[in-house]
């Protein structure tokens, strides 16, 4: 299947660093997040998500970052490994109304 | 445990042509949606079914049918095609509406030419 995505920005990053995707979501009264992975031809897979009560959650590998005063959330992988490169989209969710989706990022990881 | 399966992976359609969409889950999920994903755009909601029994018009539902078969069944209809329903479309579902994880099936390409 031919891989969605084709115009998003590209974060390109050395095997073994850190990366770092940001989000800007666009209500401030969202009060549910999550990260999603999509890799060519996939659908989106959960990664993480994390509520507006809290500011950060971590998962295995992964770190999510909310900074609600400036709308802005943030995906945090360490170590990151080839089988890291995907697109990684942010969702938003006031509860009761449906989620909004961002465009996405591309992670690249380069050998 | 397959989650979230959806037929067929590929179609190619020609104008005006009708064809359906077949979404099932086996998480005994509440809510189920339809989504479309263009290039460099988020996911956009079709339809969706907060419960068995109800459908409701999302985002983008111009030139689609849904049908809530039963609370695993959740299928997308084009009744006739158009060359901008070209897209991946992607059954999902969540436990219930607002504030719930929704998780996908893996997608099914359809071409309209």
């Known amino acids: 299947g031919e891989s969605v995505g084709l115009h998003l920005p590209t974060l390109s990053v050395q095997e073994g660093d850190n990366s770092i995707i940001n989000c800007a979501y666009s209500n401030s009264a969202s009060d549910y997040f999550i990260w999603y992975k999509q890799e060519s031809g996939k659908g989106p897979q959960f990664i993480i998500d994390?509520?507006?009560?809290?500011d950060k959650r971590q998962g295995q590998r992964v770190t999510v970052l909310l900074n609600k005063t400036v709308k802005h959330l943030s995906l945090q992988i360490a170590a990151t490994q080839p089988g890291d490169s995907a697109v990684y989209f942010c969702?938003?969710?006031?509860?009761?109304?449906?989620?909004?989706f961002g465009p996405g990022t591309r992670l690249s990881v380069l050998p | 445990n397959a989650g979230v399966t959806q037929t067929p992976k590929f179609q190619v359609l020609k104008t005006g042509q009708s064809m359906t969409l077949q979404c099932a889950q086996d998480?005994?999920?509440?809510?189920m949606y339809w989504y479309r994903q263009d290039p460099g755009m988020g996911l956009r909601l079709i339809y969706y079914s907060a419960s068995e029994g109800t459908t409701d018009k999302g985002e983008v539902p111009n030139g689609y049918n849904v049908s809530r078969l039963n609370k695993r069944e959740f299928s997308l209809r084009l009744e006739s095609a158009a060359p901008s329903q070209t897209s991946v479309y992607f059954c999902a579902s969540s436990e219930g509406t607002g504030g719930y994880t929704i998780y996908f099936g893996e997608g099914s390409w359809l071409t309209v030419v």
């Open positions: 969702a938003e969710n006031n509860y009761g109304q449906n989620f909004v």
């Open positions: 998480m005994n999920h509440n809510s």
């Open positions: 994390i509520r507006s009560n809290m």
